[in-house]
């Protein structure tokens, strides 16, 4: 094996360097990689272009708009899209729609950060403890999530609503446990193959506490799939939180909610559309493109569930 | 089997730890059981017997205990705002319920599944992209919203179908599709990459070489594996479809159980809504045990074992 | 004996129309409620002087207020048919068909109960349950007269004996029953109801028109339990009606059915001398105000109260669809609950308030202009309406800064008004309704406009009533009411009387000015004596701001074209059932 | 030499030139595509396999012999591996060439495949026997009561214990080895002339590895089949083989009946091969693995793809790449052979 190092030509040294250099490329940066991939991925580029403007459009326009989103001007009420001004028009207490819908779209996604932050943290814990420690544990960490999973998302919330008042609190809350079990179970899962890996049981034979072993070995190879997996819950919040706000629920007026813009906008699908339609298009755009992201970062992540998702063979 | 007793016991643990979630959850909610049954006028003393009477005063597991020993009798006891008996509610209720349920769920399969096996047959062609493009679209449309389009188009703009009621077939179509719509992008996007990946086994390879045609392995292997994972899912299309039932049956103004309900928990009529959840959740509960189960007969490999 | 009353209003909305402070369209529309007939009100218009009162655009929406008018002459030659379901659309969920303890009144009260007088279309007194009646010369004693063989749905007898029976324990029971406190007492006489009264009373006979004191059998209601029944006006009524009670779902719908042994009615107006044409009647509660237009245009309901506000006019544009509209005897008023001392105990605060609502402009955005301004409590269409509160709690920011100066408070930071560290910063509860959470969005952005800063609290139908009637702080500082009675001034008694602290008098208010004019009106002898009774409590009511009255908005009804004998009038909160068949 | 007398089985003699041919790969060229770029993963193989002759197609995973073995049943992936150059045939028909209808005719027919992992190529939800019979019926016109006795007759064949009791066997209710006579079966059961099997014992226990070699073979001998075997094993080849191909990269490099292989292998890839084996090198100081990896389709080297690692490069081996020599019967791609020594 060694002898032959000695008698490389310079053919062979040109071509271990072409080759050393290529690897070193993909070695270097994995991101590179993932980059590349990104913006070669037709759903994550549109995905996120759609998201970057939705998300701009909320975080930015208030600074050019003003975030006056209660000031009513009742001679200019129901004004379609660019009238007198308003570019998307008025609403029936002459709000301006934009205005609304920029900080409606902040609401959501404040509310899907929560609810997704609370699942993810909540979620990896249990999952990992369950899937780690497994026993007794275990077994609760399962029942609970089960338990939880199959649940009506709109009867928690309901019921938690009757119990708390209504407002953004009770919707964060009920979404944000049914999310949890969703996180758990594949957390759990992820855990219960990674937990018989070699680099686990020779952390566990030296003697590493299972806290550290959970900390420093699991929680990184958790995190990729955990991550991906919220992308797809920021979807279901959205969706949640607009639809407990429609049904009165979340967010109480004058804050817009998107979800209570549509409700408030349903009377005068007749005379003015897009009081319903502004909101309506801004949470399926919002999660569309949140959805795009999530099949984008699976494909990056998760290679080979986009070869099954598109049909490449295995092996 | 020993898997399907498991499930069972353990049905039944899920049941009980529901009925002391919702009725806690219900009765620690604000407002008056009063205000549902009685005048505006009446004193406060006759307020405090009433609420002695129903047993409102006495500790609240005590409640719990006499509450759930009268569901299990049979005699769930009566509304507070109509007296009528929670049994005939649930018949009458139920049943407009179990067709609107039953119309969607069965549309969230007769249409999705044969969808998702089309788009995945072509693959990558304009079909099986417009299918999924499709699908992709309507999961990120909220169904509420949905609906308010739904009834201006077809009930106010082309006036086809009527906006609201109850309870022909003519009635029943927008709900029924409103409240499917998402189930069936979701089963078209798992049958095709269900199909898919059932396609590319190595088991469908076998058969290749075995010589057997295309269209029978279609139909016959890969369609048989491919539903199992999508029978197994079932149960969560069915608490997907009682949960959003609430908000459809109250913008269609279709009288099941789920507009019941909500009204119920508006107006604080606590026995309704307590008895109307437990039914919701069991439902749930049971229709998950139940698709467990036809995902354990559908897949030989929990069937038996050796 | 309306009709001076009736003149008076007239003579002065022309005035007003001349001076220009109404519009044409509120003149016809207002003309059209005082019983004048379209032809009338285009003559009127033109001795005006208005250069389009003959506009073909203006005739559209009179054609329907003035409907009175038009009822007497069916353009149908052929009669009445038998049989059919009318299905009715319906904007307020229900309460219990009994009338000792329900909470409100459906329109389901006027097929099931009769009572013993009613309003016919032009607002004059009318029979239905007594044969005739009689009025003794100082006003103390009130004589009806009961067929004896009158008969319940349930076979009992409706005598004078059952009547008196009735409405003495209601008078005992009900604090509704406070609306006839002149009376004092029920006796039946042979085949005479006998009302002795405490004084001559010119009101005497309003609240025996209303849904409240319609007739119910008390043996029946005894038998069902009484006061702590469960089954009385939900499984079972038992009146005088020409339908039976037959399901009662609330949050959905109401059932009645054709009382084939109703005897007919007592009513002259009513043509129908028999029972019923419709084999039943369907209420539905239509939660969704936009759907309701659209059941009406689809066909799915015959007829409908309450559609939303902005499809009125495309209502109106439809020519299988009757409009009828005309202002309603309710109003939305923003209650102050004194028990927050801190915030509404200083009347110059409340009087601020009042001042900050451009009720102008919440009628036309909220209700498109179906609405009328209120500027007192009571609305301007009443009877004993009188013109002066229009000058006191008008629209005025400039005045309600001046007025929370003097009282001490001082714009903050934030622009909210503050004094010795109380912040103007308070709950507004609002039941969970489209109207009143527009109103009531409305209303709140007016009074942050002018540093009061109201935060709106949209809760559920069960919480809204512990919001306003807990006592102390555990009610809400600030709630949205809507009321709506045939006969304002005795249901506005409720709300500002000393005497109903806390419910219904939600804003605590204790006036001795009021208390002293409700009292001088329940004992107003004469027209004149109720007119200066009320006129003095519309001006304490506006001086001391108990509530801030904000609008009172137009009872809307609608029906297909294919339904007949079906007549809302200005007089009755609902229409009556014995003449309404379906044709086709 | 010793590997060839480790054979199991008669050693009968070794085939000689008057066979005929029943499979022959002529310059086969498949390309993979890839993310938008696309390579050829096989580069102008020909191979050909005669009646009663076992060739054995050796080489380390991804040097392109499955995919020679799947193209051969028109099984390539589709959408990803196509041919784009060459022909197969099978007794004179150009199965290239021939319709998707016709071609499944052929499979099981007369060209039949056994496949790596008898666990995941057996359709779970369905009984063996159902599957048995399904291919059986679906190429002969037979009743179920016939299809099923010669169902039973393959799995007899391919010592299947208890074979008649376990048609209503599901998958999961076999073992690993139970499973690959279960597939075996599948391969025989319509007497094929052909049969492909790629790498049929690796996913297998070693003890359960020999019989079903041992299985393979008799079942070969007694039928005169053409066997083409797929394997990284040279212990296999050793025992089962009667000519050899051996493939690296995409390309056959070295060709040669099993004895004369074994005995004298000529191409340094083969040579690095057998000294590998653990049997030879074990005696020696550890054990022994070639230089290098295969070279990445991305940067393939210039000349001769085994350049970077052959211990006896030239530097006109990095210039181009050397064309496969035949010379009697064996076959080399070689600039510089050199003798084997075992070290």
């Given at each position: 094996m060694t002898g032959i190092e000695n008698s490389r030509s310079s053919h062979a040294l040109a071509w271990d360097e072409r080759v050393a250099a290529y690897e070193e490329e993909v070695r270097a940066n994995p991101w590179r990689k993932r980059l590349r991939e990104f913006t070669r991925n037709k759903l994550l580029f549109t995905g996120s272009l759609l998201g970057i403007a939705i998300v701009g459009l909320g975080l930015l326009g208030p600074l050019f708009l003003g975030s006056d989103y209660a000031g009513q001007s009742l001679r200019n009420t129901h004004l379609p899209p660019f009238t007198d001004g308003y570019f998307l028009g008025t609403d029936q207490y002459g709000r301006d729609l934009l205005v609304r819908l920029c900080i409606g779209i902040r609401v959501s996604l404040l509310v899907a950060a929560a609810i997704t932050s609370i699942a993810l943290v909540v979620g990896m814990v249990m999952g990992m403890c369950g899937g780690f420690l497994g026993g007794y544990v275990d077994r609760v960490v399962r029942s609970v999530t089960d338990f939880v999973w199959g649940f009506p998302l709109i009867l928690v919330a309901v019921l938690l609503a009757g119990g708390l008042g209504q407002g953004l609190l009770p919707v964060i809350l009920a979404v944000g446990i049914v999310n949890i079990a969703a996180i758990t179970r594949v957390v759990r899962g992820e855990v219960v193959v990674l937990r018989t890996k070699e680099f686990v049981e020779a952390a566990r034979a030296s003697g590493v506490s299972n806290f550290r072993i959970m900390w420093r070995h699991l929680l990184p190879n958790v995190m990729a799939p955990a991550l991906v997996l919220a992308s797809y819950y920021v979807a279901v919040a959205i969706i949640a939180e607009a639809g407990l706000s429609f049904i009165g629920l979340g967010a109480q007026p004058p804050l817009p909610s998107l979800g209570k813009m549509v409700a408030d906008g349903r009377g005068f699908l007749r005379l003015n559309h897009w009081e319903s339609t502004v909101p309506g298009i801004g949470i399926a755009g919002l999660v569309l493109s949140v959805s795009l992201i999530g099949d984008g970062l699976r494909d990056v992540f998760d290679p080979q569930l986009r070869h099954e998702a598109k049909g490449v063979e295995k092996g | 089997m020993k898997h399907t007793a498991s499930r069972l016991v353990y049905t039944v643990i899920v049941l009980f730890v529901s009925s002391v979630a919702v009725f806690y959850a219900i009765r620690l909610s604000g407002g008056d059981a009063t205000a549902a049954a009685l005048p505006g006028s009446a004193t406060e003393e006759f307020r405090e017997e009433f609420r002695d009477r129903l047993g409102l005063n006495e500790p609240i597991y005590q409640q719990y205990f006499t509450y759930m020993g009268r569901i299990l009798s049979g005699d769930p006891g009566n509304s507070?705002?109509?007296?009528?008996a929670l049994t005939t509610m649930l018949s009458e209720h139920g049943r407009n319920s179990l067709i609107l349920g039953g119309t969607a769920f069965g549309l969230v399969f007769l249409v999705g599944v044969p969808l998702g096996i089309v788009a995945s047959l072509r693959r990558n062609s304009w079909a099986d992209q417009g299918i999924m493009s499709m699908s992709t679209v309507a999961m990120a449309v909220p169904n509420f919203w949905l609906a308010l389009l739904a009834v201006w188009l077809f009930a106010s703009r082309l006036g086809w179908l009527p906006s609201a009621g109850c309870c022909g077939p003519k009635h029943l179509i927008l709900p029924a599709v409103v409240l499917a719509f998402e189930g069936i992008a979701l089963t078209v996007r798992m049958t095709r990459s269900s199909m898919i990946e059932s396609q590319n086994s190595d088991y469908v390879r076998t058969l290749r070489a075995g010589g057997l045609s295309e269209w029978r392995i279609t139909c016959k292997h890969v369609l048989r594996n491919a539903l199992i994972p999508i029978i197994s899912l079932a149960g969560l299309r069915i608490g997907q479809i009682v949960g959003y039932a609430l908000i459809v049956e109250t913008i269609f103004g279709w009288p099941g159980l789920g507009q019941v309900l909500v009204n119920a928990v508006l107006r604080r009529d606590y026995p309704v809504a307590q008895f109307f959840s437990l039914v919701l959740v069991a439902l749930v509960v049971v229709g998950n045990w139940v698709a467990d189960t036809g995902y354990t007969i559908a897949n030989p490999r929990l069937r038996k074992s050796s | 004996m309306n009709d001076p009353t009736e003149n008076n209003e007239l003579d002065q909305l022309i005035s007003e129309y001349r001076g220009g402070t109404v519009s044409r369209r509120h003149f016809v529309k207002m003309a059209g409620s005082l019983g004048v007939g379209v032809a009338a009100a285009g003559s009127i218009l033109a001795a005006c002087g208005s250069d389009e009162a003959a506009a073909p655009a203006t005739t559209a929406a009179p054609a329907t207020t003035a409907a009175p008018a038009t009822t007497?002459?069916?353009?149908?030659t052929a009669g009445p048919t038998r049989g059919g379901t009318l299905k009715e659309g319906y904007d307020l969920d229900f309460s219990k068909h009994d009338p000792i303890t329900t909470n409100w009144y459906d329109p389901a009260f006027f097929a099931i109960y009769e009572a013993l007088l009613t309003n016919d279309p032009d607002g004059n007194d009318n029979h239905q349950l007594a044969t005739s009646f009689s009025k003794s010369a100082d006003g103390m004693e009130y004589r009806f007269d009961i067929d004896p063989a009158g008969k319940f749905h349930s076979g009992k007898p409706a005598d004078a004996a059952a009547v008196a029976d009735f409405l003495t324990f209601f008078k005992a029971t009900s604090f509704i029953a406070t609306l006839a406190a002149p009376v004092a007492s029920y006796e039946s006489e042979g085949d005479q109801l006998v009302v002795k009264m405490n004084n001559p009373w010119v009101g005497a006979l309003g609240p025996h028109k209303t849904g409240y004191f319609r007739v119910l059998c008390m043996d029946t209601w005894n038998e069902a339990g009484g006061m702590e029944s469960t089954t009385y006006g939900t499984e079972l009524a038992d009146g005088t009606g020409p339908f039976t009670h037959e399901e009662f779902v609330p949050g959905s719908h109401v059932l009645v059915k054709r009382w084939d042994d109703y005897p007919g009615s007592n009513t002259e107006y009513f043509e129908n001398k028999g029972a019923a044409h419709l084999d039943a009647i369907r209420w539905t509660f239509i939660p969704e105000a936009s759907q309701r237009a659209v059941q009406l245009e689809n066909g799915d309901i015959h007829t409908l109260k309450g559609p939303a506000p902005q499809d009125v006019s495309r209502l109106e544009s439809n020519s299988d669809v009757t409009v009828y509209r005309f202002p309603e005897w309710s109003g939305y008023i923003l209650t102050m609950n004194q028990d927050w001392d801190e915030y509404f105990g200083d009347v110059r605060v409340r009087a601020a308030i009042a001042h900050l609502i451009d009720r102008e402009a919440m009628s036309d955005a909220v209700f498109f202009g179906d609405a009328v301004a209120d500027y007192g409590p009571l609305p301007p269409t009443d009877k004993f309406y009188d013109p002066v509160v229009e000058e006191m709690i008008t629209y005025d920011p400039a005045a309600a800064a001046a007025l929370m100066t003097e009282a001490g408070w001082a714009l903050n930071g934030d622009g909210i008004w503050e004094k010795d560290g109380t912040v103007l910063s308070f709950e507004f509860a609002v039941q969970a309704e489209s109207i009143n959470e527009a109103v009531a969005t409305t209303a709140s952005a007016m009074m942050r406009e002018g540093g009061v800063d109201a935060k709106v609290n949209v809760v559920d139908r069960a919480v809204i009533f512990e919001k306003q009637a807990t006592e102390g702080k555990g009610a809400a500082p600030m709630t949205l009411f809507y009321w709506l009675w045939p006969i304002p001034i005795d249901v506005l008694n409720l709300f500002v009387n000393s005497a109903t602290i806390p419910f219904p008098n939600m804003s605590r208010a204790n006036v001795p000015a009021i208390d002293a004019a409700m009292s001088a009106w329940t004992s107003a002898g004469t027209a004149e004596e109720g007119q200066a009774a009320q006129s003095a409590f519309q001006v304490a009511y506006c001086e001391n701001v108990p509530y801030v009255p904000m609008v009172t908005r137009n009872a809307v009804f609608a029906k297909r074209n294919n339904v007949h004998g079906w007549q809302p009038t200005l007089w009755n909160l609902y229409p009556y059932y014995n003449d309404v068949w379906i044709e086709g | 030499m010793s590997f060839v007398e480790s054979k199991i089985g008669p050693g009968e003699s070794a085939p000689g030139p008057e066979k005929t041919p029943v499979l022959e790969i002529e310059d086969l060229r498949i390309s993979i595509a890839s993310a938008g770029s696309s390579f050829e993963v096989v580069k102008g193989v020909s191979l050909t396999v005669c009646e009663n002759e076992i060739v054995c197609l050796v080489g380390e995973s991804g040097c392109g012999k499955s995919m020679t073995a799947l193209s051969v049943m028109g099984l390539l992936p589709r959408g990803v591996a196509r041919v784009t150059e060459g022909k197969i045939n099978y007794e004179g028909l150009d199965l290239l060439s021939l319709q998707s209808r016709e071609l499944r005719r052929l499979r099981a027919e007369s060209i039949s495949m056994i496949f790596q992992d008898p666990i995941t190529s057996l359709?779970?939800?369905?009984?063996i026997g159902s599957v048995l019979q399904e291919v059986v019926r679906s190429h002969r016109n037979v009743s179920r009561a016939e299809a099923k006795e010669i169902a039973v007759r393959a799995l007899v064949q391919a010592e299947l214990p208890d074979a008649a009791d376990r048609l209503d066997s599901y998958p999961h209710q076999l073992s690993g080895g139970m499973r690959q006579r279960v597939m075996i079966a599948l391969a025989i059961a319509l007497d094929p002339r052909v049969l492909i099997a790629d790498e049929?014992?690796?996913?297998?226990?070693v003890t359960v590895q020999a019989q079903i070699l041992e299985n393979l073979r008799a079942r070969q001998r007694e039928r005169e089949m053409g066997m083409l075997l797929i394997t990284h094993d040279l212990a296999v080849v050793a025992s089962v083989a009667d000519r050899v191909a051996v493939m690296y990269a995409g390309e056959i490099v070295e060709e040669a009946p099993v004895e004369e292989l074994f005995a004298d292998p000529q191409h340094p890839y083969t040579q690095g091969l057998l000294r590998a084996l653990p049997d030879i090198s074990v005696s020696r100081a550890g054990l022994y693995s070639i230089p290098g990896r295969v070279p990445s389709p991305q940067t393939p080297p210039p000349g001769c793809l085994f350049a970077p690692r052959c211990e006896h490069v030239l530097d006109s081996c990095w210039e181009g790449n050397p064309e496969l020599k035949r010379e009697a019967n064996r076959s080399l791609r070689c600039f510089n052979p050199q003798p084997f020594e075992v070290r």
């Open positions: - | 507070l705002t109509n007296n009528k | 007497a002459a069916p353009t149908t | 359709d779970p939800v369905f009984t049929p014992t690796t996913a297998l226990d």
